[in-house]
């Protein structure tokens, strides 16, 4: 009795082929096929796809509504177009939709003047966005500090005449500092600021090389902390005095070249041709 019989008959199998499923299974209903997506799905809750309130076509619209791309048209008048559900359904809808969290609708003024209606989509009823959230104090670590100020740079001189070949002449002098001090290296802005003192050096008839000696002499052996700052006070500071007015000198007098006289063959200087001043007045005291 106690001896295992292997070639003992399998249990019987029922005579309905369907009943004979596999474990696990249900007996009745639906039974998923599904594949995992990787892409171009949506992803929706089952709030609103197994809500007990809503309606079939609540239910499908709210799915789609969640499915589009953020700025899609949603008014009754686009998905009227885009379903054979007619306008008055699709309102409905909307207004279940609207009625339970998963649709908000406010209107809003464009820039233009227009009144337009803003669509929110929510896919979980109740919650509110980070815009829309009171504003919570930031919680601090530091006390806070003013950031620095940037101090502003000395005037300097400005030239008479401002000419642009002047001013690139100048930011030429300035650029060129650096290799006589490599502390003495510009920004843009700084040079900016600094150049029409530079000028109107070079205004009062001095080279550029001595411009250049005026500014490198004699400079602290210390670390230059503000080296612009350096260079905008000894422009003003040491600006040469206008160069003195100079009387232009009269033009030279014109030296007509020789010519004989028509009269008595003798030379003299004249613009034309003709006779000399000997002939000339006594021409006159015979006429």
């Known amino acids: 009795m106690d001896t295992e019989n292997p070639n003992a008959p399998a249990s019987a199998q029922a005579r309905i ?11 009745s209903g639906v039974i998923h096929d599904n594949v995992r997506l990787t892409e171009n799905f949506t992803v929706i809750g089952n709030d609103l796809a197994q809500h007990r309130e809503l309606s079939l076509l609540a239910i499908g619209l709210g799915c789609h509504i969640q499915s589009v791309r953020p700025g899609t048209a949603i008014d009754i ?16 809808a909307l207004r279940e939709l609207e009625t339970h969290g998963y649709l908000r609708r406010s209107r809003l003024r464009a820039p233009t003047g227009r009144i337009i209606t803003r669509t929110v989509s929510s896919n979980r009823p109740g919650h509110r966005p ?6 919570r104090p930031v919680r601090r670590t530091a006390p806070d500090k003013p950031p620095p100020r940037k101090r502003l740079l000395p005037p300097v001189p400005q030239p008479t005449y401002p000419s642009p070949d002047l001013l690139q002449t100048a930011v030429d002098v ?15 802005t700084d040079a900016e600021h600094l150049a029409p003192g530079v000028a109107a050096w070079l205004e009062r008839d001095l080279t550029p090389t001595a411009v250049r000696h005026a500014l490198t002499e004699n400079l602290p052996l210390e670390p230059l902390i503000r080296p612009a700052a350096l260079l905008a006070h000894r422009l003003t500071a040491q600006l040469p005095p206008p160069p003195p007015f100079r009387v232009p000198a009269p033009p030279p007098a014109v030296r007509h070249p020789i010519r004989n006289c028509e009269g008595c063959d003798r030379g003299y200087r004249g613009p034309d041709p003709g006779h000399c001043r000997d002939c000339r007045a006594h021409l006159k005291e015979t006429e």
């Open 174 to 188: 300035l650029a060129g500092l650096r290799r006589h001090d490599p502390r003495l290296l510009l920004s843009a």
């Open 130 to 135: 980070a815009a829309d959230t009171p504003d």
């Open 17 to 27: 082929p369907g009943k004979n499923y596999p474990p696990g299974r249900p007996n």
């Open 77 to 92: 008048k686009s998905l009227a177009a885009r379903f054979p559900e007619g306008p008055t359904r699709i309102a409905a």
